[in-house]
């Protein structure tokens, strides 16, 4: 079926998240269709970022300096940060342009059944900028599972003590949601969470 | 947000079929997280599809060398031709081994919403192949749609003369396939070609 090169290009298409076998063939005709204006750019657009993106290792960031163009920000709140669980959640945060502070990417969330320990996130790296002085906020901004509850918990206790002011996102209703299709975890969340 | 390469990077995987920005963005992370086992090797695949993949001058199938795999294939019945709307329904039809001849890709229908005329497939080549003697039949294999009976029906009428058989794709009710979720054409089509 077109020889081996097209077939190591639909193997390697086809463990894209949200791609199966069939989409991965679909994908390898429409990048084959049009080698020089789609294939050739894609190939050498990852090349380029495999070869260049690094992480950051203040904060964790994906970056292709290092420390990441946000630590380095000299307009940035650097009293301020805001701890994540990964680069995407610190990218939808900065495409909102809601944080004006500095990020730490944690690398995960405990997770028993997942097999995440105290020692497989990146604490000690986030208690030693602490530790360094300077940091007056530390937001704790993991999601509303019960794993980001549980390490928002473990992370709080880890914390205090550090004479660091340690807060947590807020939880309710989201922007533009009807509450008869919120799920009852929301909604009690959202009444705790009410203000006057 | 992490430099040019990594925005660059999610532009390009964004325009694959099925993605968005989104699943772009996080298929981006997923590659970044492993370079050298994920995102290399795709590059590398990509880049070498791109430098070796090439269009059968004979039947339009893609493959790393020309004349194609299928059309060089002395196992293969060379006097019995399948002519495919695309290289996606020939790659259907050899996963499904169920024709052992040559493929003639036309490279589309005929569609006049879609501005495709007779000028845009590729029927002289097909003609061509006929002509040059040895064929003994023309299996015309498109799709059961609007564009695709059209293109049949007057791909019909132009090999009419050539000495050929030519044949099309039985139409009916699919394996596996209940009656009652059928549409109507289909139904109309499976007792049209009842057989006894």
Known sequence: MGGPEIERLIALLSRLPGYGPRSARRAAL????????????????????????????LCGNLDSRDPCAICTDPGRDQALICVVEGVGDLWALERASVHRGLYHVLGGTLSALGGTG????????????????????VILALGATVEGATTTHWLAERLAGFGVTVSRVGQGVPMGGALDVLDDGTLAAALMARRV
């Open 30 to 57: 429409t990048l084959l269709r049009q080698p020089q204006s789609r294939l050739l750019p894609l190939a050498s657009a990852m090349e380029q970022a495999a070869r260049t993106v690094r992480t950051c290792s």
């Open 118 to 137: 105290p020692d497989d996130l990146s604490t000690q790296p986030l208690l030693s900028r602490i530790e360094a002085g300077g940091v007056r906020e």
